[in-house]
């Protein structure tokens, strides 16, 4: 078997267009984020192999497949965007028709989004899971996903010519999992993986785990950001709540991340559970496994989701939004999305400039109704109860900036120590009721600027 | 009189932090923007004061004063954030008070916005109107707005000793509504004032006049953007039906700009009319001369609101994007706002880049609805009949990039003239119905990056 070891294989991480370490490595930053070993689940094999999607691409794996040896309980969550790629428009009718069961793989290109492609596209992406399908000698049994390029047709040939040599180097090592999570990667700076175990309180000898993969933020002309994700487990759930359970876990970490706002066409986020570690099947929303598995999903998107953060366009910093003491938890949710993607506090982030009046002033029109509409009611905000702080990375306490609506006097000093690491916790307590959100991000700098506004000569 | 003839007393404009012209001049390129004459409403006596609001300003007009030598019906129209400045608090209280009517004054400082400064800054913003009511020999009849540091008291006795200064210097010359003009500014780089002549239907022989300044997105540490604009004419209007045909003309002048999306705590645009032109007084919102100075009205604000979006934060271009087919207005404006506000559209604007699939990113996600809430029906897109042109500035033909939701052949060197030229226009068509909107916005530059992210050391 050919599996890629990517030690011996160096891969191109780290070479967006804008800064390209001479390597080709992945930056030192960020190595801590990159796992040199894992868990994984049991049944699952999965593989990354280099097809050349986009023809300048000769060693970077670009075609991601994620197999199980049984069928597996699927769910997935899609982009909300009118214009929903080919592969999106695909895998969601697959997965209804099978209503969550019966799938087996999942196969993933990166240098192209089969977005805007009309019928051709979706007839690509139906070929891609034909011939996945067929290599596993299942039927209907594979989803896809795509991201790279808009508005051009996939190298359909390219690709499905690759599909035995991606099978044939299926395994479950963590090389493996670290070659299929590298190929699903754009202009990400680092491979996006983790895995862990787990217990469920009805088997409590029994070792279950999961692992999952995802890509960030990152665009070379004329991409747009595409985040995807891959969640697989050895644990025993019924396809009819997968679909629940993903919902869930997804609305508190992918959908409460931010990189500045735009929402692709193909983002999609996939949970596999094959139940290949035994043990009694999650059936009911009501039963103690389903809640203890909801809360390892839900912890584990957070972590994973988080990486998509850490590898921002350009990003120096990684900001939790804490907003708490909200009178209600939609309102506490639009507080921390516009803070989280107010330019003006972005920019300050990355200027390490404890400007609480830009966060102040982004949490004072986050509720407010579009210009020409008739003005709302705001129970979330009340100035005089208002109150932010920053909650340094360090443990060391808080620095307040705000307090029941008016300003404290500053310590510059201790500001600027906290804002030099690239950690922060911006903490708004409204005072008006107990619901909470919180949301990631990170700065805006002049790389961003300098990836997204890349001349094309 | 202390007439400041700009010409002789050369004011610092062009002085970003960022970028500081050696000259301390208006920029080149926007000088075309400076009328070097007017026609100024009559009875209005406009001035700028050098006060030191600042105590680095000695130069800089930093205290604007607009009077009328009669009782004006005003209206204004407020932010809607939710953490009001204080003069944005008594100004809305006064107009309220007096009904939209009695008004003689707008008494106007920049270099701090009086904005979270609470009960003080409102005893401030108090004193202020006072200090003009009595100069004008008036009572509760003056509103005042700020501009500048966000947090930060007044520096309430020096502007109040000036109030005197500020009436004497009063005149009706164009230097003096240029003066007045530079005094809103902040680190906007050049003064934004236009003035007019029209008619009215029911009076064919009269003159009216109308004159506007307004002050653009800009900050240096720890302001925001802050949007003042004041109008002032000598057409007699009631005061029952100012609010409306302000109101009207903000909604879609104003209110369809964006720099950055972030909504100030101090935005005010005030218009006042004081009748010194004569003719029969506009007193229904059915009449002729209604409609016909709403007309004048609109496209007056329209023409000062563009003036903003020139002057944007590290603006390169200045861009227009228009919507049209939709099957409702409040899509149309949505779609044109979020297209607008989008960072990888903004930023692939200042790359010069035919990137129309961020376009159409954009308008797929604006009316989508937030994590977590119900999925929403979108009748205003419809993917297959979505078009997107450039309109070019040069008058040559547009540019196809989606026809019917099918992706065009770019021509890519034609693309590349187009986006030559400071204006563009996108124009997407919905093909869903007969509605439209209009928005105007700039690019995101390095230097957007460099001035907002501002190290304060």
Redesign the interface.
Known sequence: MNMVHLSRFPVQFGRRLYSAPASGAIPAAKKKYVPTSGTYPQGFKVSGTVVGVKPSNTTKPDLAFITSDRPCAAAAVF??????AAPVTFSRNLLQLRKNAGLQGVLINSGCAN??T?KGGLEDAEAMAGAADKSLGANKATIVMSTGV??QRLPIKKILDNVPAAFERLGGSHDHWMSCATAICTTDTFPKLISKSFGLPSSPSTEYRIAGMTKGAG?I?????TLLGVIATDAPISSTVLPSLLKNAV?KSF??ITI??????NDTVALLANGAAGGAEITSESSEDYRAFQAVLSDFSTDLAKLVVRDGEGATKFVTIRVEESSSE?GA??IA?TIA????VK??L????A????I??????S???????P?NE?TE?I?EK?NVSFIPSDGSAELKL?VD???ETVN?ERAAQILEHEDLEILVRLGTGKEKATYWTC????E?????????T
């Open positions: 982009t909300k965007n009118k214009f929903q977005a805007v009309g808009i508005g665009m002309h004329p991409n747009m950001a609305n959908n409460s500045d706002g735009d929402t692709s066409t939609e949710r639009r999305s993607k107010s330019p003006l920019t300050a990355y200027g390490k400039d400007n609480w009046g830009r102040l002033c982004a949490t004072g029109y509720m407010i109704t579009e210009p020409g509409a003005e705001v905000i100035p208002t705000l609506g008016e300003p510059e700065d805006y700098s002049h961003y600027i300098t990836i997204n506004g890349d001349y094309r």
